[in-house]
Protein backbone atom coordinates (compact mmCIF):
# COMPACT_ATOMS: atom_id res chain seq x y z
CA UNK A 1 0.00 0.00 0.00
CA UNK A 2 1.05 3.59 -0.71
CA UNK A 3 0.47 7.10 -1.45
CA UNK A 4 -0.29 7.20 -5.33
CA UNK A 5 1.95 6.79 -8.25
CA UNK A 6 5.01 5.93 -5.56
CA UNK A 7 5.18 2.81 -8.31
CA UNK A 8 3.70 0.17 -5.98
CA UNK A 9 2.33 -1.84 -8.51
CA UNK A 10 5.89 -1.78 -10.56
CA UNK A 11 7.39 -3.01 -7.39
CA UNK A 12 4.86 -6.00 -7.32
CA UNK A 13 5.91 -7.17 -11.24
CA UNK A 14 9.62 -6.45 -9.92
CA UNK A 15 9.15 -8.90 -6.92
CA UNK A 16 7.14 -11.68 -8.82
CA UNK A 17 8.07 -11.08 -12.49
CA UNK A 18 4.58 -11.31 -13.38
CA UNK A 19 2.23 -8.25 -15.14
CA UNK A 20 0.43 -5.86 -12.94
CA UNK A 21 -1.30 -3.06 -14.70
CA UNK A 22 0.56 -0.09 -14.34
CA UNK A 23 0.66 3.34 -15.54
CA UNK A 24 2.12 6.85 -15.40
CA UNK A 25 -0.66 8.75 -14.29
CA UNK A 26 -2.26 8.10 -10.71
CA UNK A 27 -5.13 6.02 -10.28
CA UNK A 28 -5.18 3.12 -12.37
CA UNK A 29 -5.49 0.96 -9.33
CA UNK A 30 -8.56 0.85 -8.67
CA UNK A 31 -9.62 -2.11 -6.28
CA UNK A 32 -7.27 -4.37 -4.94
CA UNK A 33 -5.97 -7.19 -6.98
CA UNK A 34 -3.80 -9.82 -5.80
CA UNK A 35 -0.91 -12.18 -7.17
CA UNK A 36 0.24 -15.28 -6.11
CA UNK A 37 4.30 -15.85 -6.56
CA UNK A 38 5.26 -18.87 -4.65
CA UNK A 39 3.97 -19.14 -0.91
CA UNK A 40 3.21 -15.58 -1.03
CA UNK A 41 0.50 -13.67 -2.40
CA UNK A 42 1.15 -9.92 -3.08
CA UNK A 43 -2.36 -7.56 -2.89
CA UNK A 44 -2.10 -4.64 -4.94
CA UNK A 45 -3.88 -1.71 -3.07
CA UNK A 46 -5.18 1.13 -4.68
CA UNK A 47 -3.36 4.58 -3.59
CA UNK A 48 -4.62 6.59 -1.07
CA UNK A 49 -3.62 10.95 -0.94
CA UNK A 50 -3.78 13.27 -3.80
CA UNK A 51 -4.57 12.38 -7.33
CA UNK A 52 -4.72 15.76 -10.02
CA UNK A 53 -8.08 15.86 -11.00
CA UNK A 54 -9.80 13.75 -8.75
CA UNK A 55 -12.61 15.96 -6.09
CA UNK A 56 -11.60 15.66 -2.18
CA UNK A 57 -14.78 14.03 -2.12
CA UNK A 58 -13.55 10.89 -3.47
CA UNK A 59 -10.32 10.80 -2.67
CA UNK A 60 -11.51 10.62 1.09
CA UNK A 61 -14.19 7.79 0.32
CA UNK A 62 -10.80 6.08 -0.80
CA UNK A 63 -9.34 6.76 2.15
CA UNK A 64 -12.04 5.28 4.03
CA UNK A 65 -12.97 2.62 1.95
CA UNK A 66 -8.63 1.51 3.00
CA UNK A 67 -8.94 2.14 6.44
CA UNK A 68 -12.21 0.14 6.76
CA UNK A 69 -10.98 -3.31 4.29
CA UNK A 70 -7.72 -2.88 6.84
CA UNK A 71 -9.93 -3.07 9.84
CA UNK A 72 -11.95 -6.09 8.76
CA UNK A 73 -9.05 -8.11 7.41
CA UNK A 74 -6.20 -7.03 9.77
CA UNK A 75 -6.11 -10.88 10.78
CA UNK A 76 -6.11 -12.26 7.41
CA UNK A 77 -2.71 -9.76 6.52
CA UNK A 78 0.69 -11.32 7.22
CA UNK A 79 2.85 -8.68 6.89
CA UNK A 80 1.67 -4.96 4.83
CA UNK A 81 4.46 -3.52 2.47
CA UNK A 82 3.99 0.81 2.93
CA UNK A 83 5.87 1.97 -0.13
CA UNK A 84 6.95 5.66 0.26
CA UNK A 85 8.30 7.88 -3.12
CA UNK A 86 11.79 8.20 -1.56
CA UNK A 87 12.47 11.31 -3.76
CA UNK A 88 9.61 12.58 -2.45
CA UNK A 89 8.52 11.74 0.66
CA UNK A 90 10.00 14.18 3.39
CA UNK A 91 9.39 17.01 1.01
CA UNK A 92 5.73 16.14 0.56
CA UNK A 93 5.40 15.50 4.57
CA UNK A 94 7.21 19.10 5.51
CA UNK A 95 4.09 20.64 3.06
CA UNK A 96 1.80 18.42 5.19
CA UNK A 97 3.47 19.76 8.28
CA UNK A 98 3.33 23.35 7.54
CA UNK A 99 -0.37 22.98 7.29
CA UNK A 100 -0.18 21.44 10.65
CA UNK A 101 -1.57 17.98 9.34
CA UNK A 102 -0.12 14.66 9.58
CA UNK A 103 1.06 13.68 6.12
CA UNK A 104 -1.13 11.00 4.89
CA UNK A 105 1.85 8.38 4.60
CA UNK A 106 2.29 8.98 8.35
CA UNK A 107 -1.38 8.21 9.00
CA UNK A 108 -1.08 4.92 7.41
CA UNK A 109 2.01 4.03 9.18
CA UNK A 110 0.79 4.58 12.49
CA UNK A 111 -2.41 2.85 11.19
CA UNK A 112 -1.25 -0.35 10.63
CA UNK A 113 1.18 -0.37 14.10
CA UNK A 114 -1.82 0.55 15.81
CA UNK A 115 -3.99 -1.96 13.84
CA UNK A 116 -0.57 -4.58 14.85
CA UNK A 117 -0.20 -5.17 11.18
CA UNK A 118 3.68 -6.21 10.74
CA UNK A 119 5.07 -3.86 8.24
CA UNK A 120 7.88 -3.24 5.84
CA UNK A 121 8.91 0.56 5.03
CA UNK A 122 9.06 0.20 0.97
CA UNK A 123 11.58 3.21 -0.46
CA UNK A 124 11.12 3.20 -3.46
CA UNK A 125 12.65 5.20 -6.06
CA UNK A 126 16.13 5.28 -4.70
CA UNK A 127 17.54 5.62 -8.20
CA UNK A 128 16.21 9.19 -7.74
CA UNK A 129 17.45 10.13 -4.83
CA UNK A 130 21.07 11.77 -4.12
CA UNK A 131 22.09 10.93 -0.51
CA UNK A 132 20.87 7.70 -0.02
CA UNK A 133 21.51 7.72 3.75
CA UNK A 134 20.33 11.33 4.82
CA UNK A 135 17.04 10.68 2.90
CA UNK A 136 16.39 7.39 4.67
CA UNK A 137 17.41 8.73 8.48
CA UNK A 138 14.71 11.40 7.14
CA UNK A 139 12.20 8.89 6.22
CA UNK A 140 12.85 7.05 9.56
CA UNK A 141 13.02 10.28 11.90
CA UNK A 142 9.37 10.82 10.37
CA UNK A 143 8.08 7.38 10.93
CA UNK A 144 9.70 7.86 14.69
CA UNK A 145 12.09 5.77 14.05
CA UNK A 146 15.70 7.15 15.27
CA UNK A 147 18.69 7.44 12.98
CA UNK A 148 20.73 5.99 11.98
CA UNK A 149 18.21 4.54 9.66
CA UNK A 150 20.74 1.27 9.22
CA UNK A 151 19.48 0.02 12.75
CA UNK A 152 16.03 -0.19 11.03
CA UNK A 153 16.52 -2.62 8.19
CA UNK A 154 14.80 -4.95 9.18
CA UNK A 155 11.92 -1.95 8.84
CA UNK A 156 13.10 -0.04 6.10
CA UNK A 157 13.66 -1.58 2.89
CA UNK A 158 15.49 1.01 0.08
CA UNK A 159 14.59 0.03 -3.49
CA UNK A 160 14.26 0.99 -7.04
CA UNK A 161 11.97 -1.01 -8.51
CA UNK A 162 11.86 0.56 -11.87
CA UNK A 163 16.20 -0.21 -12.08
CA UNK A 164 15.72 -4.07 -9.69
CA UNK A 165 18.05 -2.59 -7.19
CA UNK A 166 17.42 -3.77 -3.41
CA UNK A 167 14.59 -6.30 -5.08
CA UNK A 168 16.37 -8.91 -3.80
CA UNK A 169 17.19 -7.32 -0.12
CA UNK A 170 13.30 -6.76 -0.10
CA UNK A 171 12.68 -10.57 -1.10
CA UNK A 172 14.93 -11.76 1.76
CA UNK A 173 13.38 -9.18 4.48
CA UNK A 174 9.80 -10.34 3.54
CA UNK A 175 10.40 -13.87 3.67
CA UNK A 176 12.38 -13.61 6.61
CA UNK A 177 9.35 -11.45 8.28
CA UNK A 178 6.84 -14.06 6.94
CA UNK A 179 8.93 -16.61 8.59
CA UNK A 180 9.88 -18.29 5.16
CA UNK A 181 13.64 -18.69 5.74
Known sequence: MGRSNVGKSALIRALTGKPVPS?????????PSSV??????????????FMSGVREELLEEAKDRIVRDLEKS????????????????VEICSRWEARDEIPIDVEFHDLLSELG??????????DKVRDPDATLDAIGERLGYLPPWRQWRDVIVPVS?????GISDLRYAISRRLGLL
Request: aromatic fraction near 6%; glycine fraction near 12%; charge should be positive.
Open 161 to 165: AKTGA
Open 74 to 89: KSEIDLALLVLDAKAF
Open 36 to 49: ENGAVRYVDMPGFG
Open 117 to 126: IPMLVVANRM
Open 23 to 31: GRRPGLTKR
